[in-house]
């Protein structure tokens, strides 16, 4: 396995593609003014959006591979590696590039907001997939930012940058719910495995080795991101994963309340609550009164 380049600074990935640096903390770059390179493994110390306009086959994401097709957008969070291994030849990129440090959004409002931009921890298979139009807008964005830094840096780039930043990101936030809805027929199957999953779960042995399942657990059973798979079902439900966790649980309690050979705190050990009061706090949270007291009241 070929070693892994580190670009900690938007200047070293600027040199890397051959570039000008003309910010020290951002970079937009049109693929086709750039040098050929050599595949490689990157780590990337900032964030990065790229729109490819070419396919170059397979993708190593992480420890996975992925086809990376024509007119997709991918994003990259600082420390995230990306990219594929050396294979001696040269290749031309196309499309479109952005780079941005996180001390550009430092002291901005852009900054307190990129936790809700979720689809920086997607997968590359959870890719946003635009229509021609959706294109043209993002592209939009990449030379609007282009331009602004080309005029020389003064007191009001930081915050033009980053508000034409915001808005591509708002747009991109847009058009993945918009792919969330136009692949609904492949959310409902993704549900569906989701429902059964939780099901076996709670008909197995694992809420007694194991504890309660975690949001991570499922997303790793379907071969998707944390980010992505809570995107999906609060986008189908309305409801988080760990809701719908707790629902599931809330379910299996009132059927085992039905029995009277059981203690409350029997229930909680056999549900994978470690504490019984946990169990006990959640079951009122979503029902509205307490595991003994439903029980008195349906069993009367």
């Given amino acids: 396995m070929s070693k892994i380049l580190k670009f900690d600074t938007v200047?070293?990935?600027?040199?890397?593609?051959?570039?000008?640096?003309?910010?020290?903390?951002?970079?937009?770059?049109?693929?086709?003014?750039?040098?050929?390179?050599?595949?490689?493994?990157?780590?990337?110390?900032?964030y990065y959006i790229v729109l490819k306009d070419s396919s170059c086959g397979d993708l190593r994401y992480g420890c996975n591979y992925y086809d990376y097709q024509e007119g997709t957008l991918v994003f990259v969070a600082p420390g995230q590696v990306a990219g594929n291994d050396d294979n001696g030849e040269l290749f031309q990129l196309k499309g479109w590039g952005l780079t941005f440090h996180p001390d550009l959004?430092?002291?901005?409002?852009?900054?307190?907001?990129?936790?809700?931009?979720?689809?920086?921890?997607?997968?590359?298979?959870?890719?946003?997939?635009?229509?021609?139009?959706?294109?043209?807008?993002?592209?939009?964005?990449?030379?609007?930012?282009?331009?602004?830094?080309?005029?020389?840096?003064?007191r009001h780039s930081k915050s033009i940058i980053t508000a034409h930043l915001e808005v591509m990101l708002n747009h991109c936030r847009r058009f993945y719910d918009?792919?969330?809805?136009?692949?609904?027929?492949?959310?409902?199957?993704?549900?569906?495995?989701?429902?059964?999953?939780?099901?076996?779960?709670?008909?197995?042995?694992?809420?007694?080795?194991?504890g309660l399942p975690s949001v991570q657990y499922f997303a790793d059973q379907l071969h998707l991101s944390a980010n992505y798979f809570g995107d999906l079902v609060k986008k189908e439900t309305g409801k988080t994963p760990q809701e719908y966790i707790q629902l599931k649980v809330v379910e299996k309690a009132k059927d085992k309340l039905y029995h009277p050979d059981r203690t409350v705190n029997e229930i909680a050990y056999e549900l994978g609550f470690k504490y019984p009061h946990h169990f006990s706090r959640m079951f009122k949270k979503v029902v509205g009164c307490s595991p003994t007291d439903f029980r008195e009241n349906e069993t009367a």
Avoid at 114 to 135: A, C, P, Q, V
Avoid at 182 to 205: C, G
């Fill in 105 to 154: 959004l430092r002291g901005t409002s852009l900054g307190q907001k990129m936790k809700d931009y979720s689809f920086f921890s997607y997968e590359t298979n959870e890719s946003l997939h635009m229509t021609d139009g959706e294109r043209h807008i993002i592209v939009n964005g990449f030379r609007e930012i282009r331009d602004e830094l080309r005029h020389s840096v003064d």
């Fill in 11 to 46: 200047h070293d990935y600027n040199t890397f593609v051959g570039v000008e640096t003309l910010h020290p903390l951002v970079s937009s770059i049109d693929f086709s003014e750039t040098k050929p390179i050599r595949q490689a493994r990157k780590r990337y110390g900032f």
């Fill in 178 to 210: 918009r792919q969330f809805v136009t692949r609904e027929h492949v959310n409902k199957d993704v549900l569906s495995r989701f429902e059964q999953l939780l099901d076996r779960y709670f008909e197995s042995d694992n809420p007694q080795t194991s």
